[in-house]
């Protein structure tokens, strides 16, 4: 099975590539979401696509938009594909991993919440105690549950002008505003805490995921984007766990892992991944999207 790696849509204006989907404008207030196969790691494109992972992308987003829909504002879309994309070709090019959507003005800030102690806050931790300004216990161990989860945003880098950055609450509420900081971080730690049950009663721990959000006409606070993907997650198999060292995982840490092993100062070009880490990497998205649907 090939990947898509990139698609071109003659009956719509392709407005950006991010570093996994291509957005599309529909109409002033629509957007077309296609997840693609493409894969980042350390805010880089990856060369190769990962087969059939943005089917998994979109069908987890959308479970998850389901989930939450009592629970905050999403974009989610009524408009049906058909409306939007006329071509029986392209539909069938794009159909399962393609979402309509309502536009939204994303916010500049990426909402993390973690549940454990791991990846770049792990990092953060041994250097400084503490978490983008959250201060945390002394000797916690590796991938060690945290007694409280923890909200820590970080910066949103664009494509090719660098990493994202772990910033205080402080930092990011003078980015988007007191209130709408104060709503971010008590929505996502709320829709963290339900998703980490849910996974949970299926065999997978949430060590940690990012959220994003916009504003619609009225101020109001909008979840977007993907949501609760091995992409923006870290999803571990309960029956493994053990803290101290680093978990297997369901996600693209996998891809990680190979590539931090390899002499790569993770700067563009990214090297290419052998079949057997491309392979890999797809059965875990796929396990992934079993568990958890």
Not at 53 to 69: C, D, E, M, S
Not at 83 to 95: K, S
Not at 157 to 178: C, L, Q, R, T
Request: a neutral charge; proline letters at 7%.
């Amino acid at each position: 099975m090939e990947g898509l790696h990139t698609t071109v849509l003659s009956h719509l204006t392709l407005l950006r590539r991010g570093k996994v989907r291509d957005i599309y404008a529909v109409d002033d207030a629509h957007l077309l979401i296609v997840a693609t196969d493409r894969i980042s790691a350390f805010d880089v494109v990856l060369p190769q696509p990962i087969p059939g992972k943005g089917v998994v992308l979109t069908r987890l987003t959308r479970f998850w938009l389901n989930q939450f829909a009592s629970e905050v504002l999403t974009h989610a879309a009524e408009l049906p594909l058909a409306e939007v994309l006329p071509d029986p070709a392209e539909r069938e090019l794009v159909g399962q991993r393609a979402m309509v959507v309502r536009r939204f003005q994303p916010l500049p800030v990426e909402a993390i919440v973690r549940g454990y102690i791991i990846g770049s806050g792990w990092k953060d931790y041994q250097a400084t105690g503490a978490v983008s300004g959250v201060v945390l216990p002394r000797g916690l161990r590796l991938a060690e549950r945290l007694a409280q989860s923890i909200f820590t945003p970080s910066t949103k880098a664009e494509i090719g002008a660098g990493h994202d950055e772990n910033v205080s609450f402080a930092a990011m509420a003078g980015m988007v505003g007191a209130e709408v900081a104060e709503q971010i971080c008590r929505i996502s730690i709320k829709l963290y805490e339900r998703a980490r049950r849910h996974a949970i009663s299926r065999g997978i721990i949430i060590a940690d995921t990012k959220f994003e959000f916009g504003l619609d006409e009225s101020g109001c606070v909008v979840l977007i984007d993907e949501v609760l993907t091995p992409d923006s997650s870290r999803f571990w198999p309960a029956h493994s766990y053990s803290p101290g060292r680093n978990p297997p995982s369901f996600d693209k840490q996998y891809v990680r892992d190979y590539l931090e092993a390899l002499d790569w100062d993770k700067t563009p070009p990214a090297p290419r991944l052998p079949p057997e880490v491309i392979a890999g990497t797809a059965a875990r998205y796929a396990e992934a999207q079993r568990c958890l649907t």
